[in-house]
């Protein structure tokens, strides 16, 4: 079974930056797609970025690109999600999710794609 554990979200300023982690397990035995989603009270879980098995294809949200960047360590089987200039529009709980044995080159965005969840960890923006 695979494992995520993310950490690193807390409260920060507008304009401000913040780094992510996420630890996942079990995909050692085959390439895992990974990606970042987040949930704002009332609204349904979004898309922020995704990477493939390797790291060397990126995908980012609209809203972030420019400002978020996701990158992986496989040899310390970790994701991160560094963002500057953040805004009070990011305020949301921020989940990790994997994909394992997944295609060389897929960099999936969509929730259904994904088979794993870490619990969450929750990003505030003050003004």
């Known amino acids: 079974q695979v494992q995520l554990v993310e950490s690193g979200g807390e409260l920060v300023q507008a304009g401000g930056s913040l780094r992510l982690s996420c630890a996942a397990s079990?995909?050692?035995?085959?390439?895992?797609?990974m990606g970042w989603f987040r949930q704002a009270p009332g609204k349904e879980r979004e898309f922020v970025a995704a990477i493939n098995w390797s790291g060397g294809r990126t995908n980012c949200a609209d809203s972030v690109k420019g400002r978020f960047t996701i990158s992986r360590d496989n040899a310390k089987n970790t994701m991160y999600l560094q963002m500057n200039s953040l805004k009070p529009e990011d305020t949301a709980v921020y989940y990790c999710?994997?994909?394992?044995?997944?295609?060389?080159?897929?960099?999936?965005?969509?929730?259904?794609?994904?088979?794993?969840w870490g619990q969450g960890t929750q990003v505030t923006v003050s003004s």
């Open positions: 999710a994997v994909k394992p044995r997944a295609r060389t080159f897929a960099v999936l965005t969509a929730r259904y794609e994904y088979d794993y």
């Open positions: 079990g995909c050692t035995f085959g390439g895992c797609a």
